[in-house]
Structure formats: structure tokens, C-alpha cells
């Protein structure tokens, strides 16, 4: 199985200042068909998961510009440019590229 | 908009059974893959199965693997997960998604005690 591994698991952030999350991969993510598919979904506390960036880099309708995904093979990212109060929460990377799919562990995204 | 709603969840004895349904709307339900999520209390999140618009093809956890089954009603627009032989370590909340996590539903609790 891929192992997705997030850091860092724990993220304190400042209102207003940019945060970014790691996640890495024990296998390529590119697939046969030439792309590469890794998934970041948000968490808020109480709700359900939310898809925020597909293929590495493509954000969802309605997601905010302050989010963005980047990375390639093995080593991806997701940066949050200015951090918000309704950023708080669980981040999870997810790879769609192998059975089984696999999610990293988690990051809470929390105010300082 | 899309919307799915799970529904199903509820208390089990060790060995037990349940049925998990997932009733989708808003989309072209026959055209896409589905997919059960499952979070353990306090815990991160587990992919659990995926099953194609067709039902022709069925991917599995190994945890689940013989125990678990899917199945899909295109006509209904729903998707299935029977669930068999239930351990305490299958306690979780139980989201049903579209395709690779493009939409959630609110998820159902399975609790698996004696």
C-alpha cells in the first residue's frame, strides 16, 4: 500500500501569515494516464471532510485563492497564503492513483 | 447540487451485521464511482471501498476484505455496503463520497460493542 506521510501533524499558525503542509508519498503518484492524482480535503470541527484541491494543483469551485496545492512524483504541498480564522481545522492528503487509496494522517491547523 | 445522505449506522454486538445505504441526487449518479470513508472516534480518516458506476469493478480496505460487500441500485441512485462479521475496531463514523472525495455526506455511526 502507499503511505501517505503528512508534517507536520501539528500547526499553530498567526491570523493572517501563510502556513504550509507537507505530504509525502512511498510510491510515484502519476499514473498510467499521465496524471497525477492527489487530493487535500479540509476538516472543520463537527463536519464532514472537504475537498479543497484534486490533481495536485486544481482547486474546487468555491474554494478560496488563499488556498493552493503544488508538487509533483512523490512530494507535495499545501499553502495556505494568509491564514484565516475559518481555516482552523484538519487537513488530509489523499492519493487516487493506487489500490487501496490512502490518506495521510492529518494536520491540525490551529490559531496561535 | 449534490447532495448524498447515508443512513444505517447504529449499535452492534461483536459479530453483528448492518447495511449502510447512500442515497445521491443532484448528479448523473450512473456516471461516477462511489466510495466509503470511514473516522474512527478522535481518529483520522480510513478509506474503506470504491465501487464503479457499473458495479463491474469493487476495490477494498484488507482490513474489510470477505467481510465487507458493496453493491449499487443505479435506478435508486444509491449505494450499498453490507456489513458482516463486525469488530469493535469497525467503530467509526461512515461517510459515503463521490469518485476520489468530490462531495461528503453528513455520515452515519457505526458502534460495535457488546
Known amino acids: 500500500d502507499v503511505v501517505m506521510t503528512q508534517s507536520p501533524l501539528s500547526l499553530p499558525v498567526t491570523l493572517g501569515q501563510p502556513a504550509s503542509i507537507s505530504c509525502r508519498s512511498s510510491q510515484s503518484l502519476v499514473s498510467s494516464d499521465g496524471n497525477t492524482y492527489l487530493n487535500w480535503f479540509q476538516q472543520r470541527p463537527g463536519q464532514s471532510p472537504r475537498r479543497l484541491i484534486y490533481k495536485v494543483s486544481n482547486r474546487e469551485s468555491g474554494v478560496p485563492d488563499r488556498f493552493s496545492g503544488s508538487g509533483s512524483g512523490t512530494d507535495f504541498t499545501l499553502k495556505i497564503s494568509k491564514v484565516e480564522a475559518e481555516d482552523v481545522g484538519l487537513y488530509y492528503c489523499m492519493q487516487g492513483t493506487h489500490w487501496p487509496r490512502t490518506f495521510g494522517q492529518g494536520t491540525k491547523v490551529e490559531i496561535k | 447540487e449534490v447532495q448524498l445522505v447515508e443512513s444505517g449506522g447504529g449499535l452492534v454486538q461483536p459479530g453483528g451485521s448492518l447495511r449502510l445505504s447512500c442515497a445521491a441526487s443532484g448528479f448523473t449518479f450512473s456516471s461516477f464511482w462511489m466510495t466509503w470513508v470511514r473516522q474512527p472516534p478522535g481518529k483520522g480518516l480510513e478509506w474503506v471501498a470504491s465501487?464503479?458506476?457499473?458495479?463491474?469493478?469493487?476495490y477494498y480496505v484488507d482490513s474489510v476484505k470477505g467481510r465487507f460487500t458493496l453493491s449499487r441500485d443505479n435506478a435508486k441512485k444509491s449505494v450499498y455496503m453490507e456489513m458482516n462479521s463486525l469488530r469493535a475496531e469497525d467503530t467509526a463514523m461512515y461517510y459515503c463520497a463521490r469518485g476520489n472525495g468530490y462531495a461528503w455526506g453528513r455520515g452515519t455511526l457505526v458502534t460495535v460493542s457488546s
Open positions: 465501487i464503479k458506476n457499473d458495479g463491474s469493478e469493487k
